[in-house]
């Protein structure tokens, strides 16, 4: 029989003791836990309780931006030269779609895409964020319109939007002034970063891509507003709480003359040139027309590919604006200038005469440099060598004065540098000196550089801009403007003019000079193209060899190519006495600068002086 067990007599005190320590242990971990929550509720709901809301409310509180409005653009009376009319287009959001090629195909059955449309989008979506909604089809009509929003419960991720887009009513008549918009590219993003202006163009698709769109974007813009909307967790909008109208861009009024415009493009006649005028007395643009132009509207809803290319590649370059960016010798018409400039330096005064027997020579040089005239005009003043355009007079006479004051001297006419004007897309022209040809060809400055220079051949480039301004200068008697295209913008109701840039005058030694070659113009548009006038004209012709004739060929317009023959330029002004108009004409390979170029300037100068609106005018 086994042994009993015997019975172990229970602790109470001890066991007491060991439930104490551990009830305490377990209540002062409690008191520790309960004091990390409520410090974290305090935390959450009083000391981040702004952080919180705000982070809530974004949750369900969305801020959808809204565009503003762009500026409209006027001429000087108040016609509309750049408006906004409505368009819808098609959007696609990438990441609600979830097979875009199958999309795409049921959507071909409804609203049809070209291949050009479907290969852009394709590129496209390589690029685009699938968050951000991307245009696939644009200017859809009504009834596309109607079509898709019948159907769209078949196009998830798919949606019309409605908007305002730019339209230039006079296709290509203005589009060198003005420009065009365009959809925002990287670059141009990268630019509004870098200015801290990308905020303003959170609800934008375009900006001004050239002519005063670019210049004044900032005034035809806008600012932004937003709309505040309340959503549920699906997206789906419940309210609007909250509407910030944006404010539309300022509406801008231009110096240019609507029908002064359209009467040059329609003289040029698509044939290649320009045709730029001012009024002398503030540097205002009456008209500018570079020919051939092109439509600018197609580059507002995107150009296709092929349409561009062929823009490109077209030989008569229609998308320079030969007005601003057009380099051409001056010719002749710089003559009074080169004449004024005898004068000042006492080589020549208004009694100087010169012999010409057709040609010249350079002491020492057996070359002989030839007149337009091949027997030469004989004796020869200061007048009839503007009036006649008599080369050997002012051969002698830039071989008296120099390359280098006559490189200083046209300076301040704006040979050689940029006019200034309110548009980016202009070139420098180029004033030759010994500097210039060293610093480009490495070579030094001959004295037969001078001679060809002297009657605005040779290195001479200018373009029409800078010739009606140089012009505007002389008709001024030395009173500079800076030329410009704004003459006015609308802010609210209040129409608001902007001032006018008044350059420094050129002062002459002698001011009678100024009249001597005024006078010289005068008698040069009052034998020529002006004879039957009402009014007093003053013009000086020109015509520029495209290329050099050797020494026993004459020039032959009918046996050469037509891209080689000589342009055909001319500067005028009216009425003589009281200068409104300045006018330069540049045909490019016309020929004859009177006979070609002439015209033209006659018949703009009586379109803008003898309306009836002038005539009651002082």
């Known amino acids: 029989m086994p042994p009993k067990k015997r019975i172990t007599m229970h602790d109470h005190a001890a066991e007491a003791a060991l439930f104490k320590r551990r009830a305490f ?93 479907r290969e852009n989008i394709t590129e496209s979506l390589k690029f685009h964020r699938r968050f951000k909604p991307l245009t696939i089809k ?20 798919l949606y019309v939007e409605a908007g305002l887009k730019r339209h230039y009513p006079y296709n290509e008549l203005m589009t060198h002034v003005l420009g065009y918009v365009g959809k925002i590219n990287t670059r141009d993003k990268a630019q509004l970063e870098k200015s801290q202006q990308w905020k303003n163009y959170a609800a934008t698709k375009d900006i001004g891509k050239q002519g005063i769109e670019k210049y004044y974007e900032g005034l035809l813009h806008g600012i932004p507003g937003h ?60 008209a500018m027309v570079s020919s051939p132009s092109y439509d600018p509207n197609p580059f507002v809803h995107g150009i296709s590919g092929k349409a561009y290319a062929d823009l490109l590649n077209d030989k008569s370059r229609p998308l320079i604006n030969r007005s601003t960016q057009g380099q051409y010798s ?22 100087t005469r010169v012999w010409d027997p057709g040609y010249w020579q350079m002491p020492g040089v057996e070359r002989k440099w030839r007149d337009w005239k091949k027997w030469g005009h004989g004796w020869v003043d200061v007048y009839h060598a503007i009036v006649d355009s008599c080369d050997i007079f ?57 001679i060809s220079v002297g009657i605005g051949q040779g290195y001479w480039t200018s373009t029409p801009l800078q010739l009606a301004n140089a012009a505007a200068i002389m008709a001024n008697k030395g009173k500079r403007f800076t030329p410009h295209l704004l003459k006015s913008f609308k802010n609210n109701t209040v129409k608001i003019d902007t001032p006018i840039d008044e350059q420094a005058p050129i002062e002459l030694k ?109």
């Open 330 to 351: 001056p010719a002749s018409t710089i003559k009074p200038h080169v004449a004024l400039l005898g004068l000042e330096e006492k080589i020549i005064n208004e009694r």
């Open 25 to 117: 242990f377990t209540f002062i971990c409690v008191f520790a836990l309960l004091c990390v929550l409520f410090s974290n509720l305090y935390h959450l709901q009083v000391v981040s309780y702004k952080d919180y809301e705000t982070r809530s409310n974004d949750n369900r509180i969305r801020v959808v931006p809204t565009a503003p409005s762009r500026g409209l653009i006027y001429d000087r009376h108040g016609v509309l030269l750049a408006e906004n009319q409505p368009y819808y287009s098609l959007e696609l959001i990438p990441e609600k779609v979830s097979d875009v090629d199958a999309t795409l195909n049921e959507l071909h059955k409804l609203i049809a895409l070209t291949p050009d449309e």
């Open 138 to 157: 644009n200017k859809l009509t009504e009834e596309q319109v109607a079509t898709f929003s019948v159907n769209q419960y078949k196009f998830p991720g």
């Open 394 to 450: 002012f051969y002698d006479l830039v071989y008296k004065v120099g390359i280098d004051k006559m490189a200083t001297f046209m300076e301040p006419f704006g040979f050689g540098k940029s006019t200034g004007i309110d548009i980016f897309e202009e070139s420098d022209g180029v004033m030759p000196s010994r500097d210039w040809k060293r610093m480009r060809y490495n070579q030094p400055w001959y004295n037969g550089d001078t």
């Open 510 to 618: 002698n001011e009678r000079n100024w009249d001597i070659i005024n006078e010289a113009m005068r008698q040069t548009a009052d034998k020529s193209r002006f004879t039957d006038a009402t009014y007093t004209a003053a013009m000086k012709t020109g015509t520029a060899q495209v290329f050099s004739v050797a020494k026993d060929q004459k020039y032959n317009a009918d046996t050469i190519a037509e891209h080689l023959r000589d342009n055909a330029l001319i500067i005028a002004y009216a009425p003589y006495e009281n200068p409104r108009i300045v006018l330069a004409v540049v045909l490019e390979n016309a020929g004859w600068g009177g006979a070609n170029a002439g015209p033209l300037a006659r018949a703009l100068l009586d379109e803008y002086i003898l309306r009836d609106e002038w005539a009651i005018k002082p």
């Open 227 to 286: 709309l505040e909307e309340e959503v549920n967790n699906r997206g789906r909008v419940i309210r609007t709480l909250k509407v910030t109208p944006p404010l539309p861009g300022q509406d801008i009024y231009l110096t240019l003359d609507l029908k002064l415009q359209q009467k040059a493009m329609e003289l040029l006649a698509g044939r290649r040139g320009s045709v730029v005028a001012i009024d002398p007395r503030d540097g205002g643009v009456l």
